[in-house]
């Protein structure tokens, strides 16, 4: 294959964006007479005139001999083998590390052998990839990776960019192109078209006819994906500062659908509009705090996409007898056990995202005695935010909303005086429902063994 070749100026980017160690990499990778470039999405970003997130470097050299070159650098990954090297030591510098991997090819059948010299099975029934851990040439690593835009190489010590398949001109026409054939492509491996759902969302490109119709055919192939794999891709569509636009690309293909069946049968089931309008408020935001450097939570995430489920499961419980308490947990365990076999949700996800469903009917609740605790809780922010978002689409009042702000601001001495007036609203209102008890009790005293189960309210 002969690449066309540019030069930073012909695409009219700035050589000076690639960070100086990823520089440095690839200088001592060549001056140790090694291939060494740039790839994959830095190398596209920077055309486009966006600055980079990260640069990954490929090359010719072994992970072993790559390690051995850099003394900050180590072998990750049990599978393939990358190299990180680390750089930046002092807090006023700070740490990047510059991923190294060597080039792949793809592992077509009859090229992989196990040690016994049998050839492995390397492709499922569907056609995807299980093993494409088999080293190659420049040729073959090009011819492996996904779409043209991400197929471009640059060296930036002799300043020339690689472009095998036609990615340069496809940016300017802002297309995004698969290479090969797209339905093999994306049987290979069906990650790619979350992948596609990702670049058209965040890079403003269009997709062809057919890309579109095969990610509508292949689209169940996403179920033969390892669920852990789809959690981290699904990160990536979310917190990438175009959540909202990925939501919407995302759910005009099938796959939507196919990672989120318990949303979506929220979203179109009652009141299902006001639960949307969640998710978009949601997204939105998280939009803005990526953008502005703010840290985001996975676990919010999957509070907001599996809340009204949750709600729903919630009271078919309290519905069916059980006491709320005990509803809330079952139902937070019965909504990701469903959402588990699409997307694996990492405990460390999942805790989260749970005690901010439970603080929610607390939040509503301010029990004076409580208000204290409640403030001290290591999820406050996250719940309250989250009620915020809740009262934002009318789940919430607004007045509930602003007491917990101002609280929040108040000193010591001004928080006691609101939680006593709390206590004063909520003495008065207690002894009323004290009352309300006291005659309910009777009544129910009085017709003793009638009812069947006890339907016990929010406690
Ligand atoms: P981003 O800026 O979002 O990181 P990226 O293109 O760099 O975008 P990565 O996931 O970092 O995405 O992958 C780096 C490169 O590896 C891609 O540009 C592409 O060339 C290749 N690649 C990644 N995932 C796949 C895949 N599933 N199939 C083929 N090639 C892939
Ligand atoms: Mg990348």
């Not at 297309?175 to 797209?182: A, F, S």
């Not at 990925?246 to 099938?254: D, E, I, M, N, R």
């Not at 601001?409 to 006291?438: E, Y």
Request: charged share 30%.
């Amino acid at each position: 294959m002969t690449p066309l070749k540019y030069s930073a100026e012909d695409l009219g980017f700035d050589p000076s964006e690639v960070s100086i160690n990823a520089m440095e990499v690839v200088e001592k990778l060549q001056q140790k007479g090694y291939e060494g470039y740039l790839v994959g999405g830095c190398v596209r970003d920077m055309i486009l005139g966006l600055h980079p997130k990260d640069f990954d470097v490929t090359t010719n050299a072994r992970p072993e001999q790559v390690k051995s070159l850099f003394g900050r650098s180590r072998i990750i990954g049990r599978r393939f083998k990358i190299v990180h090297v680390t750089f930046g030591r002092s807090r006023r510098t700070e740490r990047e590390i510059i991923e190294v991997a060597t080039y792949r090819a793809k592992a077509y059948p009859d090229l992989v052998t196990n040690k016994k010299g049998r050839k492995k099975a390397t492709v499922s029934d569907s056609g995807r990839l299980l093993d494409d851990n088999v080293y190659g040439t420049l040729d073959q690593d090009v011819e492996r990776r996904d779409f043209t835009v991400n197929a471009l190489y640059y060296d930036p010590v002799n300043d020339v960019v690689l472009d095998y398949y036609g990615g340069v001109e496809h940016l300017k026409r802002k297309e995004l192109h698969i290479i090969g054939d797209t339905a093999t492509r994306f049987s290979e491996d069906p990650v790619r078209m979350l992948r596609a759902v990702r670049f058209k969302a965040k890079l403003n490109l269009t997709t062809s006819k057919t890309m579109d119709r095969e990610i509508r055919d292949c689209a169940s192939h996403l179920g033969d994906v390892p669920a852990a794999r789809l959690f981290d891709e699904v990160i990536k569509l979310f917190h990438h500062g175009v959540a909202l636009d990925t939501w919407k690309v995302l759910f005009a293909t099938p796959l939507g659908k196919l990672l989120f069946p318990l949303s979506i049968r929220a979203i179109s089931g009652e009141g299902g509009h006001r639960f949307e309008e969640l998710i978009v408020r949601a997204l939105k935001n998280t939009d803005s705090r990526i953008n502005n450097d703010l840290p985001v939570m996975a676990g919010y995430l999957y509070a907001v996409l599996l809340w009204k489920p949750f709600v729903i499961d919630v009271e078919k419980k309290v519905e069916q007898g059980m006491r709320r308490n005990e509803a809330m947990w079952a139902a937070s365990e019965a909504v990701f056990k469903q959402q588990n076999k699409t997307i694996s949700i990492p405990w460390r996800v999942r805790s989260p995202a749970t005690e901010i469903w439970d603080l929610q009917p607390r939040l509503e609740k301010r029990i004076p005695r409580s208000i204290e605790k409640l403030l001290e809780n290591r999820r406050f922010r996250a719940a309250y935010d989250f009620l915020e978002l809740r009262s934002l689409v009318g789940e919430v009042d607004s007045e509930i909303v602003e007491w917990w702000t101002e609280i929040q601001k108040a000193d010591v001495a001004q928080q006691k005086k609101m939680v006593d007036v709390l206590r004063g609203q909520t003495g008065a209102s207690n002894s009323r429902s004290r009352s309300r008890n006291r005659n309910r009790n009777r009544r129910r005293n009085s017709s003793k063994n009638t009812s069947g189960s006890s339907k016990i309210s929010q406690s």
